[in-house]
């Protein structure tokens, strides 16, 4: 029912930013977290941000610690479009990036019903 698509990724130097997109065909339940992941090769496919709705239209997020003051997630409601704004990007953050949508707001993978196709995030020394 639920159909996630991402956009923004590329290629870009060690220090440079750049705003990965996630757009819904449909809106998910309200309830749902909307997460990105990311895997690069011969790695586990790893949580990199979420954010979850409260139930008075606010909203908690979660971030990794490799990623902690660097990258920032946030959504667009009328879109219903989901952001990952990634500053100060290094080489270790290379990797395929993929939306994923949940009822649970957890950190594995296995929690997460919907996922778009993946996104090629490269940054180069």
């Known amino acids: 029912q639920v159909q996630l698509v991402e956009s923004g990724g590329g290629l870009v130097q060690a220090g440079g930013s750049l705003r990965l997109s996630c757009a819904a065909s449909?809106?998910?339940?309200?309830?749902?977290?909307m997460g990105w992941f990311r895997q690069a090769p011969g790695k586990e496919r790893e949580l990199v941000a979420r954010?979850?709705?409260?139930?008075?239209?606010?909203?908690?997020?979660y971030y990794a610690d490799s990623v902690k003051g660097r990258f920032s997630i946030s959504r667009d409601g009328a879109k219903d479009t989901v952001y990952l704004q990634m500053n100060s990007l290094k080489p270790e953050d290379t990797a395929v990036y993929y939306c994923?949508?949940?009822?649970?707001?957890?950190?594995?993978?296995?929690?997460?019903?919907?996922w778009g196709q993946g996104t090629q995030v490269t940054v180069s020394s």
């Open positions: 449909g809106r998910t339940p309200s309830s749902y977290t």
């Open positions: 994923a949508a949940g009822p649970y707001g957890g950190s594995d993978y296995s929690q997460y019903d919907y």
């Open positions: 954010i979850t709705w409260n139930w008075n239209g606010g909203s908690t997020r």
